[in-house]
Nanobody
Framework: QVQLVESGGGLVQPGGSLRLSCAASGLIFGSNAMGWYRQAPGKQRELVATITNSGGTNYADSVKGRFTISRDANTVSLQMNNLNPEDTAVYYC?????????WGKGTLVTVSS
């Protein structure tokens, strides 16, 4: 059974940085992607960044140049720099394979002075 556990959220001032990590277990060998999505209050969940098991990455336009996604065998991380209040949201780790999505419980990121 796939399990995803996020860590690293918290309160940060505008312009600051945070690093999110997601520890995965039960992953299935084969083509897959891991990534981060976020959901702000009153808004739909949206893609932040994804990375495939071969290293291909995809970023939302709003985070390009500020966020960097990386992964090793069982961990996916998101380095977030130059944060602004619009980045405030619950961030969810995602693992996707063969059309099936698995989700972590989320970690809250609050950007505020």
């Amino acid at each position: 059974q796939v399990q995803l556990v996020e860590s690293g959220g918290g309160l940060v001032q505008p312009g600051g940085s945070l690093r999110l990590s997601c520890a995965a277990s039960g992953l299935i060998f084969g083509s897959n992607a891991m990534g981060w999505y976020r959901q702000a209050p009153g808004k739909q969940r949206e893609l932040v960044a994804t990375i495939t098991n071969s290293g291909g990455t995809n970023y939302a336009d709003s985070v390009k140049g500020r966020f960097t996604i990386s992964r090793d065998a069982n961990t996916v991380s998101l380095q977030m720099n130059n944060l602004n209040p619009e980045d405030t949201a619950v961030y969810y780790c995602n693992y996707a394979r063969l059309g099936v999505d698995y989700w972590g419980k989320g970690t809250l990121v609050t950007v505020s002075s």
